[in-house]
Every structure is written in structure tokens, then in C-alpha cells.
């Protein structure tokens, strides 16, 4: 299968920067997504990597080396609604729609 | 635009009996993929349509998973007969490519008893 890893918890608090990491060892890497997930809720889309670099959204930037099969999520201004479970998955081209999640990374705020 | 939507949100039932969960994808969507959460583990992929056609379906467990999706919209999968180990949250996503992002439904949380 695939060895995708990340952190299973963190915590934070209020208007602090954190950065959750996701490495991964694919054959045929295409890209990297990141989705948010509220327990009980659908996940929801945060960003794709293709290219190595930052992408910036908003308060969410997302980083991609290629070369080291890294990934990085980093979050801004924290807020309350930001704890969740942030969840990197990886999208290989030899297996066209099918997406490879890690086991997900559950970041609490603390206020 | 409405989002994809799963019917039923909860199902309890008792090992043996059959259990049918359905996916409705954002409409235009032709690509429409099952996956499944196993308490503990991680988001794990079953098959994936495009418009009526099975495209992957390598993901599938075994032979007591049927999923379907006529016509092209909304898709089935039926448990049956069901085990213990069935139990967890079953997604459904949908895109309108492959290389775009896929949208998911809040899931349909099975246990089986």
C-alpha cells in the first residue's frame, strides 16, 4: 500500500500559527489534497499540490517537495472552528480517481 | 448547488442481514467514487463510477459488496450479507474530473451487530 504518515493529534491555541506534516512513499505521485473534517461531518476540500512549493489560501498554505515525499499544511490566526481533523491524501496517476488518505491529524484550539 | 447527499445518515442491523446505502452526486458529476472508514483507520478506497461504468472497483472487499449507479446518477451499495467488520462510515465522493478536487457527502455510519 501506501506509507502516507501523519502527526495523530495536536493542539494549539488562539491566534497561533501550526503546521501539520504528511510524508508519503507512492509510485507515480500525481498530487497531494488536503481536506478539513468537523467530527460527524463530510470532509471538505482545502488544496491540491501538484508542483513543488507554498500555495497560499486565505489563512491556509500548503506545501509540496515532491523530491521528499513531504507535504505541509499550515494554518493561521487560529480560530476555535479551526479544531478538526486535517487529512492529507494522495492522488497517484496510474490510479486515475483514487485518492490514498493518511489516518488524519486531530488539531484541538484551545481559546 | 446542492452538495452530495447520503441516505441513511445512521443504519444499525444484525450480522446476516442486508443493508443498501445510497450516494447522490452533485449534479454533472460524471466520476463518483465509495470509500470507507474503519474505526481507527484511515479513509479507505472502494471503486469508483464514471457515469454508469465501473471504472476501479479494486478497492471492493469482496463479493458481498455490490454497488451500482443506472443511468448515470445516483449510485447504491449493498452489504449482503452483512458481517461485523462492515461496520464503519461509508463515503461517497464525486468530481467532475480526475484531476479536480471530489466533493464528499457527510457519510452513512453502519454498524453491524
Known amino acids: 500500500g501506501q506509507n502516507i504518515d501523519q502527526p495523530t493529534e495536536m493542539t494549539a491555541t488562539e491566534g497561533a500559527i501550526v503546521q501539520i506534516n504528511c510524508t508519503y512513499q507512492?509510485?507515480?505521485?500525481?498530487?497531494l489534497f488536503w481536506y478539513q473534517q468537523h467530527a460527524g461531518e463530510a470532509p471538505t476540500f482545502l488544496s491540491y499540490?501538484?508542483?513543488?512549493g507554498l500555495e497560499e489560501k486565505g489563512r491556509f498554505s500548503s506545501f509540496l517537495s515532491r523530491s521528499k515525499g513531504y507535504s505541509y499544511l499550515l494554518l493561521k490566526e487560529l480560530q476555535m472552528k479551526d479544531s478538526a481533523s486535517y487529512l492529507c491524501?494522495?492522488?497517484?496517476?496510474?490510479?486515475?480517481?483514487?485518492?490514498?488518505f493518511g489516518r488524519g491529524t486531530q488539531l484541538t484550539v484551545w481559546p | 448547488e446542492a452538495g452530495v447527499t447520503q441516505f441513511p445518515s445512521h443504519s444499525v442491523i444484525e450480522k446476516g442481514q442486508t443493508v443498501t446505502l445510497r450516494c447522490d452526486p452533485i449534479?454533472?458529476?460524471?466520476?463518483l467514487y465509495w470509500y470507507r472508514r474503519v474505526m481507527g483507520k484511515e479513509i479507505k478506497f472502494l471503486l469508483h463510477?464514471?457515469?454508469?461504468?465501473?471504472?476501479?472497483e479494486s478497492g471492493m472487499p469482496n463479493n458481498r459488496f455490490l454497488a451500482e449507479r443506472t443511468g448515470g446518477t445516483y449510485s447504491t451499495l449493498k452489504v449482503q450479507p452483512a458481517e461485523l467488520e462492515d461496520s464503519g462510515v461509508y463515503f461517497c465522493?464525486?468530481?467532475?474530473?480526475?484531476?479536480?478536487?471530489?466533493?464528499f457527502g457527510p457519510g452513512t455510519r453502519l454498524t453491524v451487530l
Open positions: 465522493a464525486s468530481s467532475q474530473d480526475l484531476s479536480r478536487e471530489q466533493f
Open positions: 491524501a494522495v492522488h497517484r496517476g496510474s490510479t486515475l480517481g483514487r485518492l490514498y
Open positions: 499540490n501538484v508542483l513543488d
Open positions: 507512492t509510485s507515480g505521485f500525481n498530487g
Open positions: 449534479s454533472g458529476h460524471d466520476n
Open positions: 463510477f464514471v457515469k454508469e461504468s465501473k471504472q476501479d
